[in-house]
């Protein structure tokens, strides 16, 4: 009997919990519509945000239709699940922003053409011109407010002392719950997918949905990780505190995202194989065996760092960005181009020198000196005596060397190193 796609989401990881509400039959018999909705709180998705982005991309995969919500209306409320505090509100001009740069991002993980083509939608079209009154009378009859201060994500912060939740936030399972009843109506959605801690506005929608049409809505919610070591996915904790890695290149490049899962801790590694790429199950065993047999090679860091920056970004920027790392983790270079000098420029120091200086050639102790890779010329001969200084990844060991223009990779930069990590670009005016 061929994979549905709750088999394929459960083999790989994806399902926390599923409704009883016959979604395992009909995945085996009917082209299905299913949603997860993105509010637009920052300007760009994280992480965090895209083991929903993945599980709604399967489906398509599947044959299905995913439909990507961004929330235009829902973002101008903000969703209290999973937050202590609440939130502070966002103006309308901020709101719309926000959507725009969540499009961009999310258009990049699905198809838009062809057969199964996806839909992207902004809730802002029906719930912003919604009037409250009459919103109150047709949809808020069907809530009991028992049920909804039951809902795990409201009892929490009206437990939490000094904190509370305002109406406001409290209405937001509503709104969630009339997206789902829209599109099943207009769009003939039938599933609801989201994060573990959307479990409690899905089962509204399906409520809403039934108790407004009759009709049968399901859905499914998908885990919030850490990683081995307890983090957040998605977040660095380093000596300088922590950090996000987000989608938005401006704001997490492409090269530290690529860095964020070179770095992954072999126990989380497979597992994030199957949740963050579209790479088979028998490849990803392959990567696994791997692991066994050489750690050290870590093929399967490097195989999930450049496909999700494929996907992320590019296949270009991924390969690029792929030679940047290599070049900063000792590989010798003899050329580079202009897509990978971009990388490295944006990640690594950066001096600017006159063409005419290096013609007849500039001692490297002078050099060193002038891009603050040492404090003193006693220092740079030290450094060089050593074997801790490089050109283009390649230890000179000659204190009375010149850099000149021979050492310009492709005519533009000469790569500097100190020791084996501290990196600095001599870019040729």
Request: include cysteine; hydrophobic fraction near 40%; charged fraction near 25%.
């Amino acid at each position: 009997m061929p994979k549905t796609i709750i088999d394929v989401l459960e083999e790989r990881g994806f399902i926390e919990q599923i409704t009883d509400t016959g979604l395992r039959e009909a995945a085996a018999t009917q082209s299905l519509k299913c949603y997860v909705g993105f509010d637009p709180t920052a300007r760009s998705l994280h992480l965090g945000h895209v083991i929903p982005v993945m599980g709604l991309a399967h489906f398509q995969r599947m044959g299905h239709i995913p439909i990507a919500l961004v929330g235009g209306g829902t973002g101008m409320i903000g969703d209290p699940s999973g937050k202590t505090a609440e939130r502070q509100l966002l103006s309308r001009e901020d709101v719309e922003a926000n959507a725009q740069r969540l499009q961009a991002q999310l258009s990049k993980f699905f198809r838009f053409e062809g057969p199964h083509a996806a839909l992207l939608l902004n809730n802002g079209e029906w719930l912003l011109p919604l009037k409250l009154v009459d919103f109150l009378r047709d949809i808020g009859k069907h809530f009991s407010i028992n049920a909804m201060i039951a809902k795990e994500s409201v009892r929490w912060r009206l437990e939490e002392r000094g904190q509370g939740i305002s109406f406001t936030e409290f209405s937001y399972m509503l709104l969630q719950a009339y997206d789902f009843y829209h599109l099943f109506e207009h769009y003939g959605c039938s599933v609801q997918a989201g994060g573990k801690d959307q479990w409690g506005n899905i089962t509204a929608g399906i409520d809403l949905i039934r108790r407004m049409s009759g009709g049968s809505g399901h859905g499914i919610t998908f885990p919030l990780l850490t990683t081995a070591a307890g983090v957040k996915l998605g977040k660095t904790e380093g000596a300088e505190g922590s950090e996000m890695i987000w989608l938005d290149a401006e704001m997490t490049s492409p090269y530290r995202m690529y860095q964020y899962w070179i770095n992954s801790d072999d126990r989380d590694v497979i597992k994030f194989l199957k949740l963050f790429t579209f790479l088979e199950l028998s490849a990803i065993g392959e990567l696994e065996e791997s692991l066994k047999q050489d750690p050290g090679k870590r093929e399967p860091h490097r195989a999930l760092a450049f496909e999700f920056t494929k996907l992320a970004h590019g296949e270009n920027t991924a390969q690029a960005v792929r030679a940047a790392s290599e070049i900063l983790f000792g590989s010798e270079v003899r050329e580079i181009a202009k897509d990978v000098f971009d990388q490295l420029a944006g990640e690594v120091p950066s001096t600017s020198f006159p063409k005419e200086r290096l013609k007849g050639g500039v001692p490297l102790t002078d050099i060193l000196l002038e891009t603050k890779l040492v404090k003193s010329k006693r220092a740079a001969r030290d450094l060089i005596t050593q074997g801790g200084a490089y050109v283009n990844n390649v230890a000179w060991r000659d204190v009375e060397a010149k850099v000149d223009l021979n050492q310009a990779l492709s005519g533009r930069v000469v790569l500097l190193r100190s020791g084996k990590r501290t990196y600095h670009l001599l870019i040729i005016d």
